[in-house]
T-cell receptor, first 115, second 117 residues
Framework: ETGVTQTPRHLVMGMTNKKSLKCEQH?????MYWYKQSAKKPLELMFV???????ENNSVPSRFSPECPNSSHLFLHLHTLQPEDSALYLC??????????????FGPGTRLTVL | AQKVTQAQTEISVVEKEDVTLDCVYE???????LFWYKQPPSGELVFLIR??????QNEISGRYSWNFQKSTSSFNFTITASQVVDSAVYFC??????????????FGSGTRLSIRP
C-alpha cells in the first residue's frame, strides 16, 4: 500500500449505530487530519493530530471522536449520528504540523450515509 | 479572517481549449501558503501545487500553469490544451503560517470542470 488509505470506502449506518472510520498513511508523516466534505459546504477541517497529540478540534460535535494510536493510524469513532452528518470523510497527512503550511496528502475518503 | 473565493462554480469547455480557474483570497497575514488540489470522481484530493506568499514567480508544469498576483490577491490556474482526463473538481486553499491552535487551512468551494470530447 502506498500513500493514504481509508476504510471502509462506503458506510451506511443508522442513527443509533456505532461505527469507526480508519485511516492509514504510509508516507512516514507526523501529522494527520480528518475533513468533512458535504454537498453544499466547502471542505471542513475537523481534527488535526501531530505526533499523536490532538492540536486542532474545530468545534466538532462530541458524536465524532477521533483517536490516533500512532503516527501512521487515525480513527474516527462515530455514534448517534444525525442524517446531516452524511458526507464524504477525508483523511490526510503531512510531514509535520506547521499551522497548515505543509502540503497535505489525501486518502480516497469514506462515503458515509446516515439513515 | 481567512477567506478563499472560487467564483466559478462550474466550467465546461471542449477538449483542447485552454481554461482558467480563478481563485481570490483574503488574509491579514504577510506569510501564508496557497494550494491547488484536484478531486477526480474517485474522491481523493490530489495535490497540484503549493506557493508561499513571498514567491510571486509564476509556475508552469506541463499543461498546467499558475499565476500568483499579490496585488489582486489572486492565484489563478490555467490548463492549456485541456483533455477529458482533466475533468474534476478543483480546489484552491489558503493557509496562514502559525503555530497557534487557531491556525488552519481554508478551502474554497471548488470549481467543477468538465471537458467535453
Amino acid at each position: 500500500e502506498t500513500g493514504v488509505t481509508q476504510t471502509p470506502r462506503h458506510l451506511v449506518m443508522g442513527m443509533t449505530n456505532k461505527k469507526s472510520l480508519k485511516c492509514e498513511q504510509h508516507l512516514g508523516h507526523n501529522a494527520m487530519y480528518w475533513y468533512k466534505q458535504s454537498a453544499k459546504k466547502p471542505l471542513e477541517l475537523m481534527f488535526v493530530y501531530s505526533l499523536e497529540e490532538r492540536v486542532e478540534n474545530n468545534s466538532v460535535p462530541s458524536r465524532f471522536s477521533p483517536e490516533c494510536p500512532n503516527s501512521s493510524h487515525l480513527f474516527l469513532h462515530l455514534h448517534t449520528l444525525q442524517p446531516e452528518d452524511s458526507a464524504l470523510y477525508l483523511c490526510a497527512s503531512s510531514q509535520d504540523w506547521s499551522g497548515g503550511a505543509d502540503t497535505q496528502y489525501f486518502g480516497p475518503g469514506t462515503r458515509l450515509t446516515v439513515l | 479572517a481567512q477567506k478563499v473565493t472560487q467564483a466559478q462554480t462550474e466550467i465546461s469547455v471542449v477538449e483542447k481549449e485552454d481554461v482558467t480557474l480563478d481563485c481570490v483570497y483574503e488574509t491579514r497575514d504577510t506569510t501564508y501558503y496557497l494550494f491547488w488540489y484536484k478531486q477526480p470522481p474517485s474522491g481523493e484530493l490530489v495535490f497540484l501545487i503549493r506557493r508561499n506568499s513571498f514567491d510571486e514567480q509564476n509556475e508552469i508544469s506541463g499543461r498546467y500553469s499558475w499565476n500568483f498576483q499579490k496585488s489582486t490577491s489572486s492565484f489563478n490556474f490555467t490548463i492549456t490544451a485541456s483533455q477529458v482526463v482533466d475533468s474534476a473538481v478543483y480546489f484552491c486553499a489558503l493557509s496562514e503560517v502559525g503555530y497557534s491552535s487557531a491556525s488552519k487551512i481554508i478551502f474554497g468551494s471548488g470549481t467543477r470542470l468538465s471537458i467535453r470530447p
